[in-house]
């Protein structure tokens, strides 16, 4: 095991600047996740850090020695890919035994090797079988068998779930989550699925352009993001943003949306920003709203009602403005009906129009 440094790592292709300067820190054992939209960079830093991709600025470490120049099968790393990359010639047993094999290993330890990853993994009784004998959960973990026999001082994944259906993706994070505990490799692991990164990460590294937005771990992220785009993007369903206008008095503070509704201002320990008149975006997340009377928060308009069984979505509708709301009762509203809304007030948010930037720290 070993921990990674990237320092300050750019990387262009042409005139395109695909990585603008990233700085991240994995300590040995942890599960780190870089997650963000497509084209924000974090599959393209994956191979920079796999020796795939040429580094135009920066430097790697692994394990305290910088690998920019290192080739690929030195940096005692293994990589488990998003399309399985199994050889449809060998069988299970032969396509995790391959890179032993490649590196000249005794064949007694290769064997040994491959007994015990089938053990963790499942795969004792699929040895003899060919991956088109496979299903793809199955071949996912063959991947993963491959990686493991290596003993690498790094695991790399590369959206590893993006191809099974949403049942077995399921299955399959807990099984790498439940591997990660007990093999304790520092692991490195890149999806667009912000679910994967809350349930997986010892580390969430939030990108977007080519820069990191936010890292830190998954409730640090969710409880206090850094601005409104980690804000939106960590959450299932996403933060509900109302833009607005911060009126301070003294130190009472208030925002006001567009009909002239007005909620207190979030707070936090180390107090608000902003100034009076100031343009904001309040932030509360759907499972953050209750039910209220009259007058006392947000006057909306259902406009669908979704029930998922143990929870309730709601749909609503507040000037401009759409919102979702999540609540563990049975509601029988119907749309049209006009319900009041009530923000969890110590579980709100408050940004800055123009930057995105929080304002209320805690």
């Given at each position: ?195 994967e990164a809350m349930t997986m990460a010892d580390q969430i590294v939030v990108m ?51 009909d002239g509704t007005r909620l207190p201002a979030p707070y936090r320990e180390r ?92």
């Amino acid at each position: 095991m070993a921990s990674v440094q990237i320092r300050g790592i750019k990387k262009q292709f042409g005139s395109t600047q695909v990585i603008r300067g990233v700085d991240i820190d994995i300590a040995d054992g942890e599960f780190a996740v870089l997650v963000g939209p497509s084209g924000c960079g974090k599959s393209t830093l994956l191979r920079m850090l796999a020796g795939l991709e040429e580094i135009n600025e920066g430097e790697i470490a692994i394990g305290g020695t910088v690998v920019n120049n290192v080739q690929p099968k030195d940096r005692d790393i293994a990589m488990v890919f998003q399309n399985y990359a199994l050889y449809p010639h060998m069988t299970v047993n032969d396509n995790m035994a391959f890179s032993l094999m490649l590196a000249k290993k005794e064949k007694s330890l290769i064997q040994q090797q491959v007994k015990k990853a089938a053990e963790i993994l499942g795969l004792t009784q699929l040895l003899d079988r060919y991956p088109r004998q496979l299903s793809g959960g199955q071949r996912q973990r063959v991947a993963m068998g491959r990686a493991i026999v290596r003993d690498p001082q790094v695991f790399l994944f590369d959206e590893p779930l993006s191809n099974l259906d949403a049942k077995l993706r399921v299955q399959m994070r807990t099984e790498i989550k439940e591997l990660h505990q007990r093999l304790r490799t520092t692991s490195v692991y890149v999806t667009h699925d912000q679910i994967e990164a809350m349930t997986m990460a010892d580390q969430i590294v939030v990108m977007r352009d080519g820069l990191v937005e936010q890292r830190g771990r998954p409730l640090e992220l969710y409880d206090r993001p850094a601005n409104v785009f980690v804000a939106g993007f960590i959450g299932s369903p996403s933060m509900n943003f109302i833009p607005g206008t911060l009126r301070r008095t003294g130190d009472h503070a208030e925002v006001e949306f567009a009909d002239g509704t007005r909620l207190p201002a979030p707070y936090r320990e180390r107090g608000l920003g902003g100034v009076d008149g100031q343009r904001v975006t309040y932030g509360v997340r759907p499972e953050h709203l209750s039910i209220g009377n009259a007058g006392a928060g947000i006057p909306t308009k259902v406009i669908v009602v979704e029930p998922t069984g143990a929870d309730t979505e709601v749909y609503v509708r507040f000037a401009d403005t759409s919102l979702t709301s999540i609540f563990r009762e049975r509601h029988t509203f119907t749309p049209g009906d006009i319900i009041t809304l009530v923000p969890d007030h110590p579980n709100t948010h408050l940004f800055d129009a123009e930057t995105g930037k929080t304002l209320a720290a805690g």
